[in-house]
């Protein structure tokens, strides 16, 4: 088992407020305000953060499953768009769509999407996500 720890602080009233997290093991921080968050503002957000650590996770778990099929990835990069959206009932994360590039040799296109929509549902990260639509765009590259 492991841990991991952040930390997050937030001043003031929603709209003219600001936050700040950190992480623990690395020390890094950034600030995010009402408009990181819901109008497309400069700084980070929760949301932001969500998606790095789906994206992160998604391409380790992609590289150790097409490895266990008998491939060995060079690289995988993923992209996560997070989509936050009022709904009526508040604001949801309602989608993520990752988007996840890779270099493997010995594998074809089909290959390479069917092992990326396995690895969607195995990712820790993506079954903590359980209620978000994630979908997944693989595309082989340079192999």
Same mark, same amino acid.
């Given at each position: ?7 997050a %602080? ?8 600001n936050?700040?997290?950190t ?6 921080e950034?600030?995010?305000?009402f408009?990181?968050?819901f109008e497309d503002? @400069?700084?980070?957000s929760?949301e932001?953060l /969500? ?5 992160a996770?998604?391409s380790?778990a992609l590289?150790?499953?097409?490895? @266990?099929d ?5 690289s /995988?990069?993923?992209?996560a768009e997070v989509i936050?959206k ?6 949801n &994360?309602t ?8 270099r %493997?040799?010995g &594998?074809?296109?089909g @290959?390479f999407?069917?092992a990326a929509? @396995?690895?969607k549902?195995?990712?820790? %990260?993506?079954?903590?996500l359980?209620a %978000?639509? &994630?979908?997944v765009?693989?595309?082989? /590259?340079?192999?």
């Amino acid at each position: 088992m492991s841990k991991h720890f952040a930390k997050a %602080v937030w001043n003031g009233n929603l709209k003219d407020g600001n936050g700040k997290y950190t992480l623990r093991s690395s020390g890094f921080e950034d600030a995010y305000t009402f408009n990181s968050r819901f109008e497309d503002g @400069k700084k980070s957000s929760p949301e932001e953060l /969500i998606g790095a650590a789906l994206a992160a996770c998604f391409s380790m778990a992609l590289a150790n499953d097409l490895n @266990k099929d008998g491939t060995n990835p060079e690289s /995988i990069e993923t992209e996560a768009e997070v989509i936050l959206k009022n709904t009526g009932a508040g604001f949801n &994360i309602t989608e993520i769509t990752l988007t996840t590039k890779g270099r %493997v040799k010995g &594998i074809d296109q089909g @290959k390479f999407v069917e092992a990326a929509e @396995k690895t969607k549902e195995n990712c820790p %990260v993506g079954k903590a996500l359980k209620a %978000v639509e &994630i979908k997944v765009d693989a595309e082989l /590259i340079g192999s």
